[in-house]
């Protein structure tokens, strides 16, 4: 509960509205926005392993994620899981509280860039990624001609401010030129999920939609 009340004190982005035009993905009373494999845990929280029923290509994307508590695990085994965009491109799940920024660490665009400072919060404290993010282009040859780009704010902190992502990450789908949906990485920890919700972006959105808040 210590921990819980610390995260709602230092996130201000828990609990954030969808906005106009936004799908909720998950409130906690259904999973209808999602595979046949989503689950619903006892306490009305999104279990990992559950990936979206559509596939997403520009959007903006709210998450609350809390991760257990295993003191006795060590490195990729602390609350493992990640948040895969287009089931191609993975924002790290981890309990790094405490620790320097790290390439596989929580926030961190999985190795291929750390977040620029680390604000994780402890485990089992509700945490959030507002994430902007915007596919890779391809010419009508399929090659690719422009990066795909996202900007993540960690517990409404910038720890990717409009990075290129120069391709996949680890064991994500290859990069092509049709969207994917949304996986919410199991890695066989007790990580779960609330409060989802995503905007897909039009042209006009794009350039500002983070305006506000940089």
Known sequence: ARAADQGAKLNPTLGLSAPVGAIQLFDGSSTAHFDSDARITEDG??????TTARAFQDF????EFRIPHRPDAEGQDRGNSGVYLQR??????LDSFGTPPQ?????AIY???KPAMNVCLPPLAWQTYDIDFTAARFNAQGVKVTN???TVRHNGVVVHDDVELQSKTGAGQPEGPDPLPIYFQDHGNLVTFRNIWILEKTVKQD???FANNR
């Open 103 to 107: 390439i596989d660490g929580c926030a």
């Open 148 to 150: 795909a780009r996202i």
């Open 88 to 93: 191609r491109y993975e924002v790290q799940i």
């Open 207 to 209: 350039a500002g939609l």
């Open 45 to 50: 929280h999104l279990a990992a392993g559950a």
């Open 60 to 63: 903006r994307l709210h998450v």
């Open 111 to 113: 190795r291929q860039r």
